[in-house]
């Protein structure tokens, strides 16, 4: 009489827990933990709908909720540009816009992942020399996470390294969620 009664509460329960995937925008929250993400220095990240100096134009319908960050390195620069977010779950997807162009913008792109302190993965690029960009282009995915917080730092160039250019549209990651019964 038990028996059945148990093993219908325990698959219910199972069936609660689901893989959902959230997204961050560039200038959002993640909607779980209510944290921005971090961006360093933060001078040189510009909102660029609102950079004047920025050479990127971009259509906001184009980019996910109309926004976008704008991060580009110089030969002699300094100090690393890099953008992180800390979130729970197993796979994380960034999305950027690429710049086809070789000038206004130099579409270059050299950007470096790493996954709770460790570089992970590189997104390396020559612009072909065409107008326009490429929208929502994934410029690394992880769907191997073993489960649990991870902190996921974006990193432009290297010091002294080639001039670089990250357009950030967003981060996507999928967390396990269990919903109330
Ligand atoms: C999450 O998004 C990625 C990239 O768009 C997709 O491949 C994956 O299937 C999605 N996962 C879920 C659980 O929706
Ligand atoms: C969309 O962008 C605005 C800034 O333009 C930001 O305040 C808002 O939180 C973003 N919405 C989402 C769902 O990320
Ligand atoms: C960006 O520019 C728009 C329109 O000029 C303005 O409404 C918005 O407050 C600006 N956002 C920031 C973060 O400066
Ligand atoms: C990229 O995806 C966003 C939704 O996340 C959409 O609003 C936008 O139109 C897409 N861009 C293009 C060029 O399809
Ligand atoms: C995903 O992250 C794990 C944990 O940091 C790492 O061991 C693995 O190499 C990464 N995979 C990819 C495709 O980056
Ligand atoms: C991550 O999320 C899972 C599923 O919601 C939860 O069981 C776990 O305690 C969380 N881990 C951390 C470190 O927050
Ligand atoms: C970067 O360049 C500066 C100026 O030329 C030099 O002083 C510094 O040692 C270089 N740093 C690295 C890590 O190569």
Redesign the pocket.
């Known amino acids: 009489m038990w028996t059945p009664f148990y093993l219908f509460i325990s698959f219910f329960l199972q069936a609660q827990a689901i893989l959902v995937n959230v997204t961050v925008d560039d200038s959002g929250i993640n909607p779980l933990t209510g944290q921005p993400i971090i961006y360093n220095p933060p001078g040189a990240w510009n909102l660029g709908a609102n950079c004047t100096m920025c050479t990127a134009k971009i259509d906001a319908r184009d980019v996910h909720n109309g926004t976008w960050h704008d991060v580009s390195t110089f030969n002699s620069m300094l100090q690393l540009q890099t953008a992180s977010l800390v979130f729970n779950g197993t796979a994380v997807y960034v999305s950027c816009a690429i710049a086809r162009t070789t000038s206004s913008p130099h579409g270059f792109s050299d950007m470096s ?1 790493f ?2 302190g ?1 570089l ?2 590189t997104f390396v690029k020559t612009p072909p020399g065409l107008p326009g960009y490429d929208f929502n282009f994934t410029v ?3 769907t ?3 489960p649990g917080r ?1 902190e996921l730092t974006i990193q432009n160039s290297h010091i002294n390294g080639s001039s670089s250019l990250i357009l950030l549209d967003s981060i996507t990651y999928s967390s396990v969620l269990h919903t109330p019964s």
Do not use: A, M, Q, T
Request: aromatic share 16%; charged share 10%; hydrophobic share 30%.
């Open positions: 992942f996954i709770d460790n992970v993965g690394y995915s992880n191997s996470l073993p991870h």
